[in-house]
């Protein structure tokens, strides 16, 4: 099978909305940005036995991919419209190719986001997918908006996913319910899309946890020239994660494990309750973790011992 | 070196224009469009051993991916304005990082490309490129316009970079500026931009030549649902070529040895002559190569025998 006719057979769509001119099938996918938009754009590579193991299942590969890179839009409040997939594969298998697709095309209905364009290589698997979304001018959430004093809130739950990525390995024993919820957060970690809509005109800073609290936070900290106290034990940790690791473990995953895609933010310290409350009521869970504070040198302080946290990663090394 | 201080010491540009709101540095880039226009994006791969031989320089490796990104921007005839660069590396060798980039932004500069984002893994050597560029409103070339009984025309040679690529593996001997000719051609194969957007308003189909022409070619007749008749002693071939190897030679590698990227056009019969001329007064050598038929079962036919082509591929297969 040659590039055109798998392209053709397992990954153009066969309808799109009116914003592709053109989607798979020329040179280029041709886009219509909405007015008054900007356009936001993030590329992410994975590749297996780094960002995913060996024996992931084929289906939920291409997908947790996608729920990765879309997880960057969520961060600046950005709304995803369109992907584009450079696939590297060892061989052309029909089954494996299927199942892949399959599953991405399930992902990419999650967040009507639609695939344009891509290009496929023989090679060892990697999976790179760059997102595209839009946001109304001068409104999406960047690194560097955080102002001192501002409360700083996490979505969901910290630590699951690298508990999860634990036991698809075999390190960690978890069990019935604690098992499949542990592996979901690491196999198909929704993005929050709509958690960072919600949060758009309330937060001041925001980023997505891929690389783990401490360094994602830190990645606002040095981008918004502060520092940040974090109340360790206002970490929210899941009954699942609970239930499977001692209290130590959980947050330590919690504060260096990534791989979650929950989102960090900070707000006014004087909003955050209405910021809860009000997501609330929305089905979003929003837990304040900590203040920010006037820039030191040590970007992250545990609040119990006023001394950073001490780990032998802040989070995940690419080299 | 992490991958946050690889990005800031080898990719971060320091100078953006006003369309980048926020370049590398945050979990998105944000782009601002013009008005009136529509966005093209491509993305490509380019795998040592598969698309460049190894021993080739690594100065060149990440330049030349990246003009052969932004030559589908040319066969839409459309205006570079960003790519993202997603760049895995068996490791993070300083001397290493510093050609490439240098390279690669000495290319970007030729088109005023700029780099907006991107990621590094680690793993085998891979290089995914993806570009963006702006066309008016319904101003792209399609593969899919070309009427019956246009002309079909080349920029430039045909040829060259198979037989440069020949002669960087060592294959092919090909002495003094003959050598520097070729070899250039496949290292350093300048997009088309400008004769690109000279044939805007004039081509009713375009497609780089990225395949071999036979291939890309017949992308254009599947696309227009036409066949083609083309007159193989009108395929333009180089001195440097001729020099070097025999017609016959020559022929196969300008008909299916790829990687020239030039523009393989489609005009109106009867503005060929026109086209040609004003081009040529702003430089641009274009030829006439052949013509658009009715649609046949094969659909690229020699004139010499009125049969297709005989070669064992049309072009480069990717499996």
């Known amino acids: ?115 344009v364009g891509g290009d496929t290589t023989s090679g060892p698997l990697a999976i790179t997918i760059q997102v595209h979304g839009v946001v109304d001018e001068n409104k999406a959430l960047l690194r560097s908006g955080a102002h001192e004093g501002d409360a700083i809130l996490v979505s969901g739950y910290l630590g699951d996913a690298a508990a999860g990525l634990n036991v698809i390995q075999n390190k960690l024993i978890a069990k019935g319910a604690n098992k499949q919820y542990l592996t979901n957060r690491f196999s198909t970690p929704y993005a929050r899309i709509k958690e960072a809509q919600f949060i758009q005109s309330r937060a001041t800073s925001c980023i997505d946890v891929s690389d783990g609290l401490l360094a994602d936070l830190g990645h606002i900290c040095d981008a918004s020239e ?21 209290q130590a473990q959980a947050l330590t995953w919690a504060l260096t494990g990534g791989d979650d895609y929950e989102l960090c933010f900070t707000v006014p310290n004087e909003h955050y309750k209405a910021v809860i409350n009000q997501g609330a009521l929305l089905g979003f869970r929003f837990t304040k973790i900590g203040n920010t504070i006037p820039k030191m040198n040590k970007d992250i302080i545990d609040s119990e011992t006023g001394q950073p946290f001490h780990f032998l990663n802040r989070g995940y090394q690419h080299f």
């Open 1 to 115: 099978m040659n590039e055109f006719s798998l392209i053709q057979k397992y990954f153009k769509q066969h309808k799109y909305s009116k914003n592709v001119v053109m989607g798979i099938g020329d040179d280029c996918a041709i886009l219509e940005l909405p007015k008054q938009s900007h356009l936001c754009v993030s590329i992410d590579t994975q590749l297996v036995n780094r960002h995913f193991p060996e024996q992931f299942p084929v289906n939920l590969l291409g997908a947790r991919a996608l729920h990765c890179a879309v997880s960057d839009l969520a961060a600046m409040s950005a709304s995803p419209l369109w992907f584009t997939l450079a696939l590297t594969l060892p061989n052309a298998n029909p089954d494996w190719l299927a199942s892949f697709s399959e599953g991405l095309f399930d992902a990419a209905h999650t967040y009507s986001i639609q695939l």
């Open 226 to 246: 502060l520092s940040a106290r974090i109340v360790s034990s206002e970490i929210p940790l899941s009954e699942s994660l609970l239930a499977s690791v001692d």
